[in-house]
């Protein structure tokens, strides 16, 4: 039997995540956005209506901070999202509300927070630890033994050496190159990575 799906989120973000869903074979249920003008997506209802406590969610939005927010108010069981064309290690963990996009490989013993985001052709090597609202971004390198701390987006292209940690709600900017540990809030761009600023708390 099918197992039926609510997201959370009518953006771009959600159309991939129903393709995901459609290529899993599983079934959506409905689509739920605060857009009154939004009515269907991809031939999907969009309503106001907030999911059956019965139903499963994906929090489909990108910003990790909207994503933790409605995480915290919802009382729903949540769903992940693993597009069939991955490569995803048997001793990996995925946690729940994760979505993870076609083309990744995540590598044995890597752990995988809750309500990620791995996007499009990401990589994350053995024993790395991601925290729950990470976005890897499409393309990017992570390699083993890095640690990444809630809510921190990794952009575009960016790549990170082993044994690295990365704090709290960081962001590490596209095609970055980082060689050394990032701190909580830091915003890092550049070829070897440098802080420029960092994010409010």
Not at 14 to 22: D, F, G, L, S
Request: glycine share 10%; net charge negative; with cysteine.
């Amino acid at each position: 039997m099918k197992r039926k799906i609510a997201l959370i989120g009518a953006g771009g973000h959600a159309k991939v995540i129903i393709e995901i869903i459609e290529e899993m074979g599983e079934d959506i249920e409905m689509i739920n956005d605060n857009n009154p003008v939004l009515s269907t997506l991809h031939g999907y209802s969009v309503t106001t209506d907030m999911p059956a406590q019965n139903i499963p969610v994906i929090i489909s939005v990108g910003s990790n901070k909207i994503r933790k927010r409605i995480a915290t108010e919802l009382t729903n069981t949540f769903a992940t999202a693993i597009h069939p064309k991955t490569h995803l290690s048997k001793r990996c963990n995925i946690g729940e509300g994760t979505v993870v996009m076609a083309g990744v490989t995540i590598n044995s013993n890597a752990v995988i927070g809750k309500h990620c985001i791995i996007n499009t052709n990401a990589s994350v090597d053995h024993d790395c630890v991601i925290g729950d609202f990470v976005h890897i971004a499409p393309g990017s390198s992570i390699a083993g033994t890095v640690s990444i701390g809630e809510g921190t987006q990794v952009g575009v292209g960016s790549s990170i050496i082993p044994n690295i940690t990365i704090g709290k709600w960081a962001t590490i900017g596209a095609g970055t190159v980082v060689l050394e540990d990032i701190p909580d809030y830091a915003v890092v761009v550049g070829v070897p990575g440098n802080i420029i600023k960092f994010n409010h708390e």
